[in-house]
């Protein structure tokens, strides 16, 4: 992973994170922000501007690719790069948790 991934993505933003989440599997822009309004019991709402900005920005730094077009719609999915962006921000939000239960004092 270059330097410039790991500056723009590490620590990600909710945004990101939820985005390379759900494109684990084949979706579109809308399809990522219905699930994550349901994952999130609609605690984050991801706008389209947002949203198309982030899968725009993503899939050129080859974090997400085009898969194909369905009924109008550009499926995406993540790549291998995604997938590690993706781990690295898993064992950080995991470290931030454990260190939070952990008694400091």
């Known amino acids: ?25 084949p979706n579109h822009g809308y399809g990522v922000v219905q699930t994550v309004d349901r994952i999130t019991e609609s605690e984050i709402h991801l706008s389209p501007g947002t949203m198309y900005g982030s899968l725009s920005k993503m899939e050129k730094d080859r974090l997400i690719r085009f898969v194909c077009e369905e009924e ?12 590690e962006v993706l781990q690295l921000e898993k064992k950080r939000i995991a470290r ?10």
């Open 72 to 83: 109008k719609r550009k499926l995406y999915e993540i790549t291998d790069l995604g997938r």
């Open 96 to 105: 931030l948790y454990k260190n939070s239960c952990d008694d400091i004092t």
């Open 1 to 25: 992973m270059d330097t410039h991934i790991k500056k723009v993505y590490v620590p990600m933003t909710e945004t990101g994170f939820y985005i390379l989440l759900c494109l684990q599997q």
